[in-house]
């Protein structure tokens, strides 16, 4: 049974940087393209990125296009997003997942999700 557990999150001023983690506990296989998606308050779930399971194809929300990096090593399966230049409407719970095969920005496409990890970005 494959989990996913993030951590990395917290609390960082508009501008700073954040670098949330996500690390696969149990039989993990590198042959999956995994993301993230994050939620705010009182708003649907939201595609923030993917990334293939070579890590050579990524894809980003036009959102946080040019500001965020998402990567992955799996000799350590674990996934990595680099956030950059962070605005308070970054603010939410950030979810990483495992997709069902390719990327999607539908959540219903991904089959395994982690706990989440809080972000906040004060203005």
């Known amino acids: 049974q494959v989990q996913l557990v993030e951590f990395g999150g917290g609390l960082v001023q508009a501008g700073g940087s954040l670098r949330p983690s996500c690390a696969a506990s149990?039989?993990?296989?590198?042959?999956?393209?995994m993301g993230w998606f994050r939620q705010a308050p009182g708003k649907e779930r939201e595609f923030v990125a993917a990334?293939?399971?070579?890590?050579?194809?990524?894809k980003y929300a036009d959102s946080v296009k040019g500001r965020f990096t998402i990567s992955r090593d799996n000799a350590k399966s674990t996934v990595y997003l680099q956030m950059n230049s962070l605005k308070p409407e970054d603010t939410a719970v950030y979810y990483c997942?495992?997709?069902?095969?390719?990327?999607?920005?539908?959540?219903?496409?991904?089959?395994?999700w982690g706990q989440g990890t809080q972000v906040t970005v004060s203005s």
């Open positions: 149990g039989r993990y296989s590198s042959s999956y393209t």
């Open positions: 997942v495992r997709s069902r095969g390719g990327w999607s920005s539908d959540p219903y496409n991904y089959d395994l």
């Open positions: 990334i293939s399971e070579t890590g050579h194809v990524t």
